[in-house]
T-cell receptor, first 113, second 112 residues
Framework: QKEVEQDPGPLSVPEGAIVSLNCTYSNSAFQYFMWYRQYSRKGPELLMYTYSSGNKEDGRFTAQVDKSSKYISLFIRDSQPSDSATYLCAMSPLTGANSKLTFGKGITLSVRP | NAGVTQTPKFQVLKTGQSMTLQCAQDMNHNSMYWYRQDPGMGLRLIYYSASEGTTDKGEVPNGYNVSRLNKREFSLRLESAAPSQTSVYFC???????????FGPGTRLLVL
């Protein structure tokens, strides 16, 4: 079993839809959870960052972590064509100089006008 | 403030040739990383440097070497390129004590 599993996609939705992107993980030591957005032929950029369980909201984006179920989600409200990108989840067990991120494989989202 | 920069943007090599991918960051970050990204495989860590003067292997280090030249620069060297090293390579950096990483724009490498 991979440490981090992410729905493979691709995912296509109409503009204005609510999008739910999900990752599951097996390592209970993961404490820090991130979502990265990657536009075509660009580097990943940090979108959301959360620590431990709970929700975090930033504009149209909400990140949710359920450590008891080892499940994280990213919700996008009122999706826009500019949200079309690949979304990668990432997680880390600890902070400090030797912390390394484990990434999901990413899911490609297309928002149709 | 350019963030993380990588050179070159594109490169075509023949099998057996060598090359060095350059990475620099101007954010005064201590940690730096090299990843490769392949379709269906996601981002895989090749090498990382937790601080100036240290380097460690990641998930897929075979066929690569790295040098942390100074705090700003972290290079990745392919001594004898193979077609299996055709990929997109990303450099990233991170401040000490934080998990978030900041990525460069990538280098697309094709090995024939």
């Amino acid at each position: 079993q991979k440490e981090v599993e992410q729905d493979p996609g691709p995912l296509s939705v109409p503009e204005g839809a609510i999008v739910s992107l999900n990752c599951t993980y097996s390592n209970s030591a993961f404490q820090y959870f991130m979502w990265y957005r990657q536009y075509s032929r660009k580097g990943p950029e940090l979108l959301m960052y959360t620590y431990s369980s709970g929700n975090k909201e930033d504009g149209r984006f909400t990140a949710q972590v359920d450590k008891s179920s080892k499940y994280i989600s990213l919700f996008i409200r009122d999706s826009q064509p500019s949200d079309s990108a690949t979304y990668l989840c990432a997680m880390s067990p600890l902070t400090g100089a030797n912390s390394k991120l484990t990434f999901g494989k990413g899911i490609t989202l297309s928002v149709r006008p | 403030n350019a963030g993380v920069t990588q050179t070159p943007k594109f490169q075509v090599l023949k099998t057996g040739q060598s090359m060095t991918l350059q990475c620099a960051q101007d954010m005064n970050h201590n940690s730096m990383y090299w990843y490769r990204q392949d379709p269906g495989m996601g981002l895989r860590l090749i090498y990382y440097s937790a601080s100036e003067g240290t380097t460690d292997k990641g998930e897929v280090p075979n066929g690569y070497n790295v040098s942390r030249l100074n705090k700003r620069e972290f290079s990745l060297r392919l001594e004898s390129a193979a077609p299996s090293q055709t990929s997109v390579y990303f450099c990233a950096s991170s401040p000490t004590g934080q998990e978030t990483q900041y990525f460069g724009p990538g280098t697309r490498l094709l090995v024939l």
